[in-house]
T-cell receptor, first 115, second 114 residues
């Protein structure tokens, strides 16, 4: 499968627990983006990463959220001490070069439910 | 705050009809993309337009980027039930630089009845 792989597809967490969302980009893509889709809202940009670097995190909540894209392995979006308002679909996208002119490939998303 | 307003939000038509979806903003975008999203899946890129006034065709779909790069439209000719889905426009704001950040519209849910 040459696409963006996200796992898990569905994740249920109790309030206060941690959520870890994983994203493996298209093979050869070194640019990763995370977006959040809240119920009844559109996709909102969260963060843009290259290998080992955060390029733009202007859409990330200041607390409890962090993202990384290590030299080896998938990109991780981590949400600490989850609250009900974190329930959403989280999408990862990748591209071969930076900048949207090259087009994104999105994964199928992780649907986080906080109970 | 940059916003992309999509209209209409919902559209239900009969097979064979034509339709146009609009995406408008007061901001200038360096490029604009259209995606289609199926329930439970991620958006799939249909097209990227970069130049003001650009028109791109993809079979029965025609995409246009406004001359001022603030708006775009998607026109579908002779719609088919297989066109049913959520259509999203997304733009890269000029003032954001080349960071890869996209602003998404709210989406247009299209239903094509046989």
């Amino acid at each position: 499968n040459a696409g963006v792989m996200q796992n898990p597809r569905h994740l249920v967490r109790r309030r206060g627990q941690e959520a870890r969302l994983r994203c493996s980009p298209v093979k050869g893509h070194s640019h990763v983006y995370w977006y959040r889709q809240l119920p009844e809202e559109g996709l909102k940009f969260m963060v843009y990463l290259q290998k080992e670097n955060i390029i733009d995190e202007s859409g990330m909540p200041k607390e409890r959220f962090s993202a990384e894209f290590p030299k080896e392995g998938p990109s991780i979006l981590r949400i600490q001490q989850v609250v009900r308002g974190d329930s959403a679909a989280y999408f990862c996208a990748s591209s071969s070069q930076g900048g949207v002119g090259y087009g994104y490939t999105f994964g199928s998303g992780t649907r986080l439910t906080v109970v | 705050t940059q916003l992309l307003e999509q209209s209409p939000q919902f559209l239900s038509i009969q097979e064979g009809e034509n339709l146009t979806v609009y995406c408008n903003s007061s901001s200038v975008f360096s490029s604009l993309q259209w995606y289609r999203q199926e329930p439970g899946e991620g958006p799939v890129l249909l097209v990227t337009v970069v130049t003001g006034g650009e028109v791109k065709k993809l079979k029965r779909l025609t995409f246009q980027f406004g001359d001022a790069r603030k708006d775009s439209s998607l026109h579908i000719t002779a719609a088919q039930p297989g066109d049913t889905g959520l259509y999203l426009c997304a733009g890269a704001p000029v003032i954001s630089g080349n960071t890869g950040k996209l602003i998404f519209g709210q989406g247009t849910t299209l239903q094509v009845k046989p």
